[in-house]
Nanobody
């Protein structure tokens, strides 16, 4: 069984910073791309940032230049550093990853439970 657990969300003032973290646990054999998504009330879930196992990154235009995604392959973790936060960044942030397990070597997509980020004064 694979689990993704996020942490680091909270309430922050506009212009502030937050660092989200996600750890994958279980009988993991390999992790391919790791992603951060977000979903604001009344809106569709959207991709915020992605990072491949080799370290190639991709960002949504809305966060480019303000956010940095990173991962530690040895610890099965992915982080999202968000700076200059805006009220429109308010959303539930989800960790997502393509993971193969020791039992099933094919990759399957997994989601975390989400962590709330609220940007407000």
């Amino acid at each position: 069984q694979v689990q993704l657990v996020e942490s680091g969300g909270g309430l922050v003032q506009p212009g502030g910073s937050l660092r989200l973290s996600c750890v994958a646990s279980g009988s993991i054999f390999s992790i391919n791309t790791m992603n951060w998504y977000r979903q604001a009330p009344g809106k569709q879930r959207e991709l915020v940032a992605a990072i491949t196992s080799g370290g190639t990154t991709n960002y949504a235009d809305s966060v480019k230049g303000r956010s940095t995604i990173s991962r530690d392959n040895a610890k099965n973790t992915v982080s999202l550093q968000m700076n200059s936060l805006k009220p429109e960044d308010t959303a539930v942030y989800y960790c997502n990853a393509d993971i193969s397990t020791i039992r099933r070597r094919s990759f399957h997509n997994y989601w975390g439970q989400g962590t709330q980020v609220t940007v407000s004064s």
